[in-house]
């Protein structure tokens, strides 16, 4: 690697260190001098600032507790009546304040708070449930502070029914009566419902503070529960959120992370894949194209030889004397030539040169070596390191920042081919430089990728122990310079490749040759 590159990834901060130490490094020396080294890299590592923040579930109860407390003390009114409040409007405790003092009586009636609750008679008085109709003692009987009191047994089972119908139903409960509007607070559903209603009930309370509010959302990926509170500042187009359950989603449309494509685009890409998903699916699984004569035949395990003569790779689709299949790093030609495609009478695709299979074929190619990337995110490869290193886990924690990079790399590049798509037909300078562009990328992340698996692999076999920190060091600086080169791929194509020259030497310069060179060294 050379001083150019080190400049690049950690910001033009050589000097900090001084480059006579960054240079003659030698491995072999004492290893507390270069952990040291190694954390001082580390701790210059450029992180581009977020917009989004990620919470607990005790940080949102914390948050959740303090807006009760704080319009319960402002209005001076009991918690619960804070609650129904705060509830009525969308947890924003602002509104309230603000609504409250400019009509309280207005108010009150709209959220259904009773300003002189209904005294009940004596206990031994007798009183008809108009539900049931059944006579019942006075203490038997309950209302929402209003004048419409129901015996316990049709509380009970109105409020289970309620619960049972999910939060939007339960979390604005009123009088049983129908032209009543009463509120039902949580002390009265607590005091009648059972105690795995209440847990319910108290967990669909808790999950509306967030999901009610207009800048957090709860992560949507699956078990999380984390989440998100987000602050757009106007001039940043990437609404991609990573949380730290590791799930990356779009704010706007909630969509795993699809940047540098929009919205509406990534829709129009999946409504295709869907009108298309019964031909393409099966063509895709079951076969490829014949480079040379373009016939498809049915896919077998690396190696096909077509009827025309030809020998290649059913991963990269290269001459089989040119590839090795176990070590094929599946990387195709990113280049579309358009030729047509061939229906039969059934409706079955007979030829696989059509431009969406193309490009869905590069999609799904990252998707699935992105979700492959996943699995190495594992906890007990962690332990295992930690172990035969005598390290503590924290400090291997570069390696699952690699896998992750990883992943979002797979993740960007995944999305450019979609883009790619889409891309008009006339605008010939940017496809060029976008297909050139995704197969330099594509080329330098296979390394990466095949690099640290196979590094990470032979760790955990207890292999090539002695050289762990030469790893280290080459893993930090190829995950900066993959987060910087990624990085400025998305500004461009969320740009619209309007400079294409100016993205073509930045392509070609110190961003693209640093990523390129560390991958060779």
Request: hydrophobic share 35%.
């Amino acid at each position: 690697m050379d001083s150019q590159f080190i400049n690049h990834v950690i910001g033009n901060k050589v000097d900090e260190i001084g480059e006579d130490v960054i240079f003659p490094i030698n491995y072999n020396d004492d290893e507390k001098v270069v952990d040291d080294f190694i954390d001082e890299i580390e701790n210059l590592k450029i992180t581009s600032t977020s917009n989004f923040t990620i919470l607990s579930e005790s940080d949102v109860k914390q948050l959740q507790e303090a807006s009760i407390t704080e319009i319960s003390t402002l209005l001076s009114i009991p918690r619960v009546v804070a609650c129904l409040l705060l509830f009525h409007f969308d947890w924003s405790v602002t509104k309230v304040h603000e609504a409250w003092f400019d009509d309280e009586e207005k108010v009150r009636k709209a959220v259904g708070l009773k300003q002189h609750p209904r005294v009940c008679f004596s206990d031994f008085e007798m009183l008809i449930c108009e539900i049931c109709f059944e006579t019942f003692t006075c203490n038997m009987m309950k209302s929402a502070g209003c004048e419409h009191p129901f015996c316990l047994n049709c509380w009970k089972q109105y409020i289970d029914r309620k619960i049972y119908e999910g939060p939007d139903k339960c979390l604005a409960l009123t009088c049983m009566n129908p032209s009543c509007n009463a509120s039902v607070d949580s002390d009265m559903i607590y005091q009648i419902t059972s105690e795995v209603n209440k847990q319910k009930y108290d967990r669909f309370l808790f999950r509306s503070f967030v999901e009610k509010s207009k800048n957090m959302k709860w992560c949507p990926g699956p078990n999380c529960n984390f989440a998100v509170v987000f602050e757009p500042d106007g001039s940043n187009k990437n609404l991609d959120v990573k949380c730290l359950c590791y799930h990356s989603f779009c704010w706007n449309c909630g969509e795993d992370a699809h940047s540098p494509l929009d919205c509406e685009t990534v829709n129009q890409w999946g409504n295709k894949l869907y009108s298309l998903s019964e031909n393409i699916g099966w063509f895709l699984s079951y076969v490829k194209p014949c480079p040379r004569c373009k016939i498809p035949i049915e896919k077998t395990e690396g190696w096909i030889e077509c009827k025309c003569g030809f020998q290649f790779c059913c991963l990269c689709l290269r001459d089989w004397s040119r590839c090795c299949y176990e070590g094929c790093n599946g990387t195709q030609v990113n280049s579309f030539e358009e030729q047509g495609v061939e229906i039969d009478k059934n409706g079955e695709v007979k030829y696989v040169a059509d431009k969406y299979i193309h490009y869905y074929d590069h999609w799904a190619k990252n998707e699935f070596l992105r979700r492959k990337a996943f699995e190495n995110l594992s906890a007990e490869h962690a332990k295992r390191l930690s172990e035969l290193q005598g390290k503590l886990e924290c400090n291997l924690e570069f390696i699952n920042e690699a896998w992750l990079q990883v992943i979002e790399c797979r993740r960007v590049l995944k999305w450019t081919y979609a883009y790619g798509y889409f891309l008009p037909e006339n605008e010939k300078a940017k496809k060029e430089l976008l297909e050139y562009t995704q197969g330099e990328a594509d080329a330098s992340l296979e390394k990466f990728h095949h690099y640290l698996e196979s590094k990470v692999h032979e760790f955990l076999n207890g292999e090539a122990l002695d050289g762990f920190n030469e790893f280290r060091f080459k893993i930090i600086n190829l995950t900066n310079a993959a987060r910087n080169y990624f990085d400025g791929l998305v500004r461009a194509l969320e740009n619209g490749l309007v400079d294409v020259k100016g993205f073509s030497n930045m392509s070609e310069s110190s961003n693209q040759e640093g990523f390129q060179k560390n991958n060779q060294h």
